[in-house]
Nanobody, 126 residues
């Protein structure tokens, strides 16, 4: 299994920035997932896939709602995934989850992923 632990969520003002981190721990019997990424969820709404990165080649992809504002990156040496979020809006308020998926479904099918963490809360408010 892959254990994912997010951190970095906070209260931030509109227009502000935040960086989320996700530490990944792989069991000795688990190979590295093909893709990792982030999705978010607000109560009573479906998960929204935000950003995804292919672990081997680093190619990244984004949902239209965050393209140009959010950047996903990965430090392979630290087994840590990041999500840099700029120009935050109140509509970005949600719990943000780190995810790993062999079939790279994070953007289009975030409800059926292999692994995800416990989430970290981001609140955008003045």
């Amino acid at each position: 299994d892959v254990q994912l632990v997010e951190s970095g969520g906070a209260l931030v003002q509109p227009g502000g920035s935040l960086r989320l981190s996700c530490e990944a721990s792989l069991s000795t019997a688990t190979h590295t997932p093909d893709c990792m990424g982030w999705f978010r969820q607000v109560p009573e709404k479906e998960r929204e896939g935000l950003a995804m990165i292919y672990v081997r080649n680093g190619n990244d992809y984004y949902a239209d709602s965050v393209k140009g504002r959010f950047t996903i990156s990965r430090d392979n040496a630290k087994n840590t995934l990041y999500l840099r979020m700029n120009k935050l809006e109140p509509e970005d308020t949600a719990t943000y989850y780190c995810a790993a998926d062999q079939r790279c479904r994070i953007l289009y099918a975030p409800a059926v992923l292999d692994e995800w963490g416990q989430g970290t809360l981001v609140t955008v408010s003045s």
